[in-house]
């Protein structure tokens, strides 16, 4: 059984840094391709950013990048998150998602077979 475990979320200000990470146990994680979504109030989950099981094919919403960045380190099985000059409308629940088979489906929630609990990240003014 994967398990997907978040952590690092947490209240900043505008302009504020927070790096969010995932822990795998349970399953390959070095050949999962990984992402990481979020959910805003009343909003559904959406799409934040993707990264290949080898770290080579990467991907953002158009609107954290440049502010965010993806990695993964196999040797710790650790999904990370570095959110960089943190806007209000970067609040919301960030969840990690795990093992994507196929690359057209990267953005979409159906996509990942295993989800964590998810962390809140709230970003004030």
């Known amino acids: 059984q994967v398990q997907l475990v978040e952590s690092g979320g947490g209240s900043v200000q505008v302009g504020g840094s927070l790096r969010l990470s995932c822990a795998a146990s349970g399953g390959t994680f070095r050949n999962y391709n990984m992402g990481w979504f979020r959910q805003a109030p009343g909003k559904e989950r959406d799409f934040v950013a993707h990264?290949?099981?080898?770290?080579?094919?990467?991907d953002y919403i158009d609107s954290v990048k440049g502010r965010f960045t993806i990695s993964k380190d196999n040797a710790k099985n650790t999904l990370y998150l570095q959110m960089n000059s943190l806007k209000p409308e970067d609040t919301a629940v960030y969840y990690c998602?795990?093992?994507?088979?196929?690359?057209?489906?990267?953005?979409?929630?159906?996509?990942?077979?295993?989800w964590g609990q998810g962390t809140q990240v709230t970003v004030s003014s």
């Open positions: 998602a795990g093992d994507a088979p196929e690359y057209a489906r990267r953005r979409s929630n159906s996509g990942y077979r295993y």
């Open positions: 990264i290949s099981w080898n770290g080579v094919a990467i």
